[in-house]
């Protein structure tokens, strides 16, 4: 079964660091690529990042570019993002998605892990 | 960067009605449109990519339609399972990003 799990949540204050983690099994890691997308408290859904299979290209949106890095151990099969100067507005779920190439549609997601940024 | 704009924000049908929910594009996306189902307390699940393909173990109930910029996801019949939050996001303008719709709230009338 194909599966991803995310954690590594948790509070933390504005200015603070994170590492999130996604575990994958299931099917085999480094062809896929993989992305983090995360919802705020009742809003939609926003993406935040991307990496190509290989981990050789990266992508950001503007929202999160300088503060966050994505990353992969495709030897661990897992996908990692990590978030420094936090912010109030980072405060969402954090979902890990699956998807056959970095510019694709998102066919297996993960549950999600919450991040909260406050004082 | 592409705006998606989905109406109605909120449509209320009855079980076993048709829904039909729509999607626009501010640019053409070609057919790289996916639509997503989510749920109170779920990650959300891919129904449609490529604009009409149904992904693996979606109902037959649900069907997509429309290219370039006017996109719509038909449910056939309304089942009580079908009533959550459905996203259109479109994949074809790489870089900056994929970008979502605000997304529709399909409620029990």
């Known amino acids: 079964e194909v599966q991803l799990v995310e954690s590594g949540g948790g509070l933390v204050q504005p200015g603070g660091s994170l590492r999130l983690s996604c575990a994958a099994s299931?099917?085999?890691?480094?062809?896929?690529?993989m992305s983090w997308v995360r919802q705020a408290p009742g809003k939609g859904l926003e993406w935040v990042s991307a990496?190509?299979?290989?981990?050789?290209?990266?992508y950001y949106a503007d929202s999160v570019k300088g503060r966050f890095t994505i990353s992969r151990d495709n030897s661990k099969n897992t996908l990692y993002l990590q978030m420094n100067s936090l912010r109030a507005e980072d405060t969402a779920v954090y979902y890990c998605?699956?998807?056959?190439?970095?510019?694709?549609?998102?066919?297996?997601w993960g549950k999600g892990t919450t991040v909260t940024v406050s004082s | 960067e592409i705006v998606m704009t989905q109406s109605p924000a909120t449509l209320s049908v009855s079980p076993g009605e048709r829904a039909t929910l729509s999607c626009r594009a501010s640019?053409?996306?070609?057919?790289?449109l996916a639509w997503y189902q989510q749920k109170p307390g779920q990650a959300p699940r891919l129904l449609i990519y490529?604009?009409?393909t149904r992904a693996t173990g979606i109902p037959a109930r649900f069907s997509g339609s429309g290219s370039g910029t006017e996109f719509t996801l038909t449910i056939s019949s309304l089942q009580s399972e079908d009533f959550a939050v459905y996203y259109c996001?479109?994949?074809?303008?790489?870089?900056?990003?994929?970008?979502f719709g605000q997304g529709t709230r399909l409620e029990i009338k």
């Open positions: 998605a699956k998807s056959w190439r970095i510019s694709a549609y998102m066919d297996v």
């Open positions: 299931g099917f085999t890691f480094s062809s896929y690529a």
């Open positions: 990496i190509s299979g290989s981990g050789g290209s990266t």
């Open positions: 640019q053409s996306v070609s057919s790289n």
């Open positions: 490529g604009a009409s």
């Open positions: 996001q479109q994949y074809n303008n790489w870089p900056p990003g994929i970008t």
